[in-house]
């Protein structure tokens, strides 16, 4: 197992609430990395961050925020939820040169 | 055109046989290739990882990558039902970034007893 606490697991939501998920890292890792998982998508990179109060953008990054105050800890905001943001969200960790290791995703449903 | 291809399948094998899953690529620019096998209701679990071409065996897995055909293998001996589970190729351009992952969107293995 990799140290990676996703919180919660399961949520439901109304449009136009905001919603925040929780990815905790116990391995120290510098990079923390936000997909989601759609059928016929795969998994698309949201956002990452290659440290404490660094973050970038990833492919599909429209209607989320993410912020690292810490380095064990990577929220994932939506502001505004739509359904579209309906999804499994996964978070991941690595290191530099290192492949990523995956927590156990979020089933976030989106009325 | 997506930048990596995956058949999604399913794909349903009798126990014991070998099994073949492909990914390609349009990006001659990546360089590391990675397998994850993902349970249901469960996040990826990383299988085989390897940098640029060849071959890397670990146990009952192997993994092939052809650079110049752009193209990656995942091959599977003496498959087991416990192997049932969706099989997704990711790939990355490495780099100070810790790798930005680009996967395909999984194939699904059945392996029946």
């Known amino acids: 197992d990799a140290g990676i606490t996703q919180s919660p697991r399961h949520k439901v939501t109304e449009t136009g609430t905001p919603v925040t998920l929780r990815c905790h890292q116990t391995?120290?890792?510098?990079?923390m990395y936000w997909y989601r998982q759609d059928p016929g998508h795969g998994l698309r990179l949201i956002h990452y961050?290659?440290?404490?109060?660094?973050?970038d953008k990833g492919e599909v990054s429209d209607g989320y925020s993410v912020s690292r105050s810490k380095t064990e800890d990577f929220l994932l905001t939506l502001e505004s939820a739509t359904s579209s943001q309906t999804s499994v969200y996964f978070c991941?960790?690595?290191?530099?040169?290192?492949?990523?290791?995956f927590g156990d995703g979020t089933r976030l449903s989106i009325l | 055109q997506k930048e990596v291809e995956q058949d999604p399948g399913p794909l349903s094998v009798p126990e014991g046989a070998i099994v073949s899953l492909n990914c390609t690529y349009s990006?001659?620019?990546?360089?590391?290739f990675m397998w994850y096998r993902q349970y249901s209701r469960k996040g990826p679990e990383l299988l085989m990882y390897?940098?640029?071409?060849g071959n890397k065996e670990d146990g009952r897995f192997t993994a092939q990558v052809d650079k110049s055909s752009k193209y990656i293998s995942l091959f599977i001996r003496d498959s087991q039902p416990s192997d049932s589970a969706t099989y997704l190729c990711?790939?990355?351009?490495?780099?100070?970034?810790?790798?930005?992952?680009?996967f395909g969107q999984g194939t699904e293995l059945s392996v029946k007893p």
């Open positions: 991941a960790i690595s290191e530099a040169g290192q492949p990523q290791h």
């Open positions: 990711a790939m990355s351009r490495g780099g100070n970034q810790g790798g930005k992952l680009i």
């Open positions: 961050s290659y440290g404490v109060k660094d973050t």
């Open positions: 990006n001659s620019a990546f360089q590391y």
């Open positions: 391995e120290n890792h510098r990079y």
């Open positions: 390897t940098y640029s071409s």
